[in-house]
Nanobody, 123 residues
Framework: QVQLVESGGGLVQPGGSLRLSCAASGSIFSINAMAWYRQAPGKQRELVAG???????HYADSVKGRFTVSRDNAKNTVYLQMNSLEPEDTAVYYCNAGLSLASMRLGKPGDYWGQGTQVTVRS
């Protein structure tokens, strides 16, 4: 089993920045990819960004150039730096971990989820 604990959400004005963190523990040797998903009210959960152990990354078109995903292997932690935030970025953000970033891109999230953290962007 893998446990994921997110932090860093909050309320920010449009144009502002936030950094989310997700710390993994447990059977982390089974994880090759970690990602961030988000779900806004009335919408489906969507893949925002992901990174694998090789450092390969993926971003949704809506966040390219604004968000950056990174990982600290020594701390078993993945980060999502979010800049130039827009009201449309308002959602609950979830950390996800699994075997394959490629699978996540094909609509198959990993087996492990964090509890979610709320990000609200408004004036």
């Amino acid at each position: 089993q893998v446990q994921l604990v997110e932090s860093g959400g909050g309320l920010v004005q449009p144009g502002g920045s936030l950094r989310l963190s997700c710390a993994a523990s447990g059977s982390i040797f089974s994880i090759n990819a970690m990602a961030w998903y988000r779900q806004a009210p009335g919408k489906q959960r969507e893949l925002v960004a992901g990174i694998n152990t090789g450092g390969n990354t993926h971003y949704a078109d809506s966040v390219k150039g604004r968000f950056t995903v990174s990982r600290d292997n020594a701390k078993n932690t993945v980060y999502l730096q979010m800049n130039s935030l827009e009201p449309e970025d308002t959602a609950v953000y979830y950390c996800n971990a699994g075997l394959s970033l490629a699978s996540m891109r094909l609509g198959k999230p990993g087996d492990y989820w964090g509890q979610g953290t709320q990000v609200t962007v408004r004036s």
